[in-house]
């Protein structure tokens, strides 16, 4: 027999986690839910109000009064806040300097994980993060720990803004892909951790098609239990 599964990705920035699970979510006609991006969206709406991000309670007053809504659209998911689409500016180099400050307050992460839990209720879904196997949905059928150097992290994301006409540097990159990391894995709540029983993918020397496969394969046998 064949059932509906819910399949969480984690890993370290820019291990290309949601390319892989837009492409599960796909394959498998499941809801595809990326959870950086909600954070990214509060950041967003946090730095255009001048809010300081250190501060837990404000942060939380605001995203209280925000709607965050992610729709499927060809580019990966239209992230749209109180009505305006804001995919392009979530992913500014601002933006991604102060997600992980958005991201370390205990108030701020327990509004977001009831958000997220809603939106995977009823329904097979793929969700990409830092805590979806070890906080998020910790009964997920399938757990994926997805790394890679930060070398070929920082490379594959110079390339991805070349083609976005970004200009950055590889040096710059890494560093920003190493500070993130660290951030995310040292707070105190839910800091970024392969989940016990989920599968580690090294993706390193793999190719996006051999990780998908990878995983569908993976999907499958949970999926037919
Ligand atoms: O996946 P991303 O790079 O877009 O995520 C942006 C930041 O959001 C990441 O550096 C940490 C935070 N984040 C988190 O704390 N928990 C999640 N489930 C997803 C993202």
């Given amino acids: 027999m064949s059932i509906v599964i819910k399949i969480a990705i984690d890993g ?9 699970a837009k492409m599960t979510a796909e394959k498998l006609g499941y809801t595809y839910i990326d959870t950086g991006a909600m954070y990214r969206a509060l950041a967003h709406k946090a730095l ?10 404000e942060l939380k007053n605001l995203l209280q009064e925000t709607e965050i809504v992610l729709l499927p659209s060809t580019a990966g998911q239209a992230v749209i806040v109180d009505g305006i689409d804001v995919s392009e500016e979530i992913r500014s180099q601002q ?70 006409g970004i200009t950055t540097s590889l040096d710059d990159l890494k560093a920003e892909i190493s500070e993130r990391d660290r951030a ?7 800091p970024l951790r392969q989940a016990t029983d989920a599968v580690l993918i090294d993706t390193t020397a793999m190719s996006i098609e051999e990780v998908a496969n990878q995983i569908s394969e993976l999907a499958e046998k949970r999926m037919n239990l």
């Fill in 12 to 20: 370290p920035a820019a291990a290309g986690k949601s390319t892989i």
């Fill in 48 to 57: 255009s109000r001048n809010i300081d991000t250190t501060n837990g309670e």
């Fill in 95 to 164: 933006v991604t300097a102060h997600v992980s400050a958005v991201a370390i307050h205990q108030g701020v992460r327990e509004l977001m994980v009831e958000k997220q839990r809603q939106l995977a209720e009823g329904t097979g879904v793929v969700m990409d993060g830092r805590d979806i196997g070890t906080a998020v949905l910790p009964t997920a059928e399938l757990k994926i720990f997805m790394t890679a150097s930060v070398e070929e992290r920082a490379s594959r994301r110079h390339i991805e803004n070349d083609k976005r």
């Fill in 184 to 190: 995310d894995s040292e707070r105190e709540v839910s």
